[in-house]
């Protein structure tokens, strides 16, 4: 078997070139920073990751569409003169979804690389925490955002067919997904914070479902009962500042885009409420910036 | 060399409230490898996260390839790479995705990303088990990916932090032999910390030494083993031949100590220093008293000298 023993001469051999250098063109910080969070959006929908990891947040968005889907078949086949339900209040309808879906994909943002300590190689990179910190809210507030807008869209490609008011219906899902960009920057904020400081996936999910989902459901009692029980008025309104979604609702009320409150938000209160919704959506960033920066530094 | 330093600091201080972590450091760290040591605690861990701008210094300056590490630590970061000590690896990932990712992380394009990450795993000997999630690989494996990572976007210069801590004797001594190349063979420059100085002995070619936040020592590694003029001699028998032979010694004008087994003598005066009139001398005296000499040899010092040096200093 002679030919079988290695002669550097024959064709077909693989050398061990050394090593080798790299001179090509290196990416500025935008162009790291776009693909961080182009990584961080597909891995919140489990993209890039296994496939149990996918599960999750298709289930959740199928589960979101489906009734936005049977909405458009009855609109287009009865011929109704308007959606049964608006835009806006449909996300609200489907909170317990969206809330699910933030409470499950944030931790993939937030916990991982502080848990496994990953994060200091990010940030032995060009990125520096603050950046690295608002470019994971970016992918989660965008990755949020879809989750909203995607059935949105459905219904209002199901207006268009049925043939509804084209100038009335762009007005009114404009306005939604206005609304869309403000609650998906409050919610993830919520739940990235949440999920920035308890590294225990198990953990940040019910700590975020608590802050999303129970205190929601504590606010929408208070504010009905101070409506059906007190004579004071506003303080149905004032609590409805106390939950990323009760604010959405005020404010998507106060902006007649079709949801009802217990009582309406109207004078003083939208300007409140709006505050009170940036206020909450910078004073969460600026928490994970602080985390962020603290863990690099350990 | 006529080289700038890769590394040079300036009286860099850094506090954590009481605890004195890094104490008026002034240091040039040049090519090739230069192996930074001290017990657990000196500051070796310290100063890298102050020199890749993670932490801010108490006081004093440093520069980094020439950059300024309060100015210009993200310029400094795309040019170095970083192998912490402790696990950073998520477990549900390949070695090969995530060194890729790395790599983007970097600022390397896609296709680029992925060439040099299987290049760079190749270096560091991870071969088909680069596909498997990373929490099933053993430490040897971890250290390895690791340092892929530190290397892959193919740095003028890495910190690797106590890269052979938790491995085997075997994998240590792979370990060692790759940070040589990386240093020599790559042309990459290495700030390597251990807490084992006969690691960093057989590496580097540079040692600093720190101890309690303190520059102890900086120098060549060639320097601290340099021979140092004493002499060890070894006779046939027991302590007394042994004491006997240092007596005899000692009356002919040498400073001698027993050591061992062995009679440690001093440097000579400079007469018997000449043309190896001392090893002359002390066969002679040998002869002499009857005695079988079995070894003379010259005295090299150790890394750990240095330790004791500064202990007795302190």
């Known amino acids: ?298 | 060399m006529g080289h700038p330093p890769v590394i040079s600091t300036a009286g860099l201080t850094k506090h954590y409230g009481t605890v004195h972590a890094l104490t008026d450091l002034t240091v040039d760290v040049g090519e090739g490898v230069t192996g930074l040591v001290g017990a657990n605690g000196a500051g070796k861990s310290t100063l890298i996260k102050i020199l890749l701008g993670l932490l801010e210094p108490t006081g004093g300056h440093a520069r980094v390839l020439g950059h300024d590490i309060e100015q210009e630590s993200q310029e400094i970061r795309r040019l170095v790479g970083y192998m912490p000590e402790h696990d950073c690896l998520p477990p549900d990932v390949s070695a090969s995705d995530f060194v890729v990712h790395m790599a983007r992380m970097s600022g390397l394009g896609a296709s680029a990303a992925r060439e040099r990450a299987a290049d760079v795993l190749r270096h560091v000997g991870l071969d088909e088990e680069r596909y498997r999630p990373m929490g099933g690989y053993s430490t040897g494996m971890k250290q390895r990916a690791k340092l892929a990572q530190a290397l892959v976007h193919d740095p003028r210069l890495v910190f690797l932090d106590e890269p052979t801590n938790g491995l085997d004797p075997a994998a240590r001594t792979d370990m060692l032999r790759l940070v040589q190349r990386i240093g020599s063979d790559f042309g990459i420059a290495v700030l390597v910390t251990s807490h084992l100085l006969g690691e960093l002995e057989q590496v580097s070619d540079h040692v600093i030494v720190l101890d309690g936040g303190h520059l102890l020592r900086s120098s060549a590694t060639g320097e601290f083993l340099q021979r140092t003029g004493s002499l060890l001699v070894e006779v046939v028998g027991t302590e007394v031949e042994r004491d006997r032979l240092g007596e005899a010694l000692a009356q002919r004008g040498l400073t001698c100590r027993p050591r061992g087994a062995m009679v440690a003598i001093d440097p000579p005066p400079p007469e018997l220093a000449e043309g190896g009139a001392v090893h002359d001398l002390i066969r002679d005296v040998a002869a002499d008293l009857g005695l079988g000499l079995m070894r003379l040899q010259p005295d090299r010092r150790h890394l750990e000298d240095v330790f004791l040096e500064g202990g007795a200093r302190v």
């Open chain 1, 1 to 298: 078997m002679s030919d079988l023993t290695p002669d550097s001469g024959r064709p077909g051999v693989i050398h061990d070139l050394g090593y080798r250098h790299f001179d090509g063109v290196r990416e500025g910080t935008p162009a790291i920073a776009r693909n961080l969070f182009v990584t961080g959006l597909r891995h919140a929908y489990g993209l890039g990751r296994s496939g149990k990891s996918k599960v999750m947040p298709f289930l959740l968005l199928a589960m979101s569409l489906l009734p936005a889907t049977i909405v458009v078949g009855v609109v287009v086949l009865t011929g109704l003169g308007e959606l049964p339900v608006s835009y806006a209040d449909y996300t609200n309808q489907t909170q317990l979804l969206v809330s699910l879906f933030a409470a499950s994909q944030a931790p993939v943002l937030f916990s991982r690389d502080l848990r496994h300590r990953s994060i200091v190689l990010y940030l032995a990179r060009p990125l520096a925490a603050p950046v690295f910190a608002l470019v994971r809210w970016l992918s989660l507030t965008l990755a949020i955002l879809l989750f909203t807008a995607i059935p949105t869209v459905v219904l209002f490609a199901g207006a268009m067919l049925s043939g509804l008011d084209k100038s009335d219906q762009t007005t009114s899902v404009l306005k939604a997904i206005a609304l869309q960009v403000l609650l998906a920057m409050m919610v993830a904020g919520v739940s990235g914070l949440i999920s920035s400081v308890s590294l225990r996936r198990g953990f940040a999910v019910v700590g975020s479902v608590m802050a999303l989902i129970v205190l929601t459901g504590i606010v929408t009692v208070m504010q009905n009962i101070a409506y059906y029980e007190g004579d004071n008025e506003s303080v149905s309104v004032g609590v409805g500042l106390l939950s990323p979604w009760s604010l959405y609702n005020g404010l998507a009320n106060a902006w007649d885009a079709g949801v009802d409150t217990p009582v309406p938000v109207n004078g003083a209160w939208v300007p409140a409420y709006a505050i009170v919704a940036v206020l909450l959506a910078a004073a969460c960033l600026l928490g994970l910036v602080a985390r962020f920066r603290k863990v690099g530094s350990r």
